[in-house]
């Protein structure tokens, strides 16, 4: 039999995040022993928040799942992978919208390194929700409740107060 602890990561930009992401690392959580939350680094793409503070916040909101980690990485996720022992991507399907590109990027990764991706229906509440529609409605007023953690709400509003 094999001992070896089952792992998973999942990847993505987390610029905040959101109760729809929390929903597929908890799912997650107990599929394997192991989850690493993995903010994936892009230099070209500034966010509302740093790497850093999008790190702090997972972490704060998901200490309450024993088996998750947090960490950040600029690269192919393979590569991130190949290097920490992990053979399956774990992303977050929403709507026939996610699906082309998140195919592309999973037969891709597949290619170059014989990593899975496992891909998670989303829970019907979460569908229609994203960090950038989060960044939007906090913006503007709009009521977040039940959509980000009451942390990232808080933290939304004093990013955005000025903007
Ligand atoms: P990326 O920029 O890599 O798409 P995101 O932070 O937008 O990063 O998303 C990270 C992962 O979480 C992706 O797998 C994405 O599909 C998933 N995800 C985002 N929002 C939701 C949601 N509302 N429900 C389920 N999965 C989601």
Known sequence: MDSKPSRAVCPGSFDPV??????IISRASRLYDEVIV???INLAKRGLFTVEERVDLIREVTKEYGNVTV??????TVDYC???????????LRAVTDYDYE?????MNH???????LFMATA?????LSSSLMKEVVKWG???????PELVHQRLIERLKDD
């Open 38 to 40: 993995m903010v994936s």
């Open 142 to 148: 709009g009521d977040a409740s039940g959509l980000v």
């Open 18 to 23: 959101t109760n729809g992401h929390l929903d």
């Open 103 to 107: 195919l592309q990027i999973a037969q």
């Open 124 to 128: 019907p509440d979460y569908s229609f």
């Open 111 to 117: 290619r170059m390194s014989g990593v899975e991706t």
């Open 82 to 92: 190949k290097s920490h022992d992990i053979p399956v991507i774990v992303r977050g």
């Open 71 to 76: 960490d950040s990485f600029r690269g192919l």
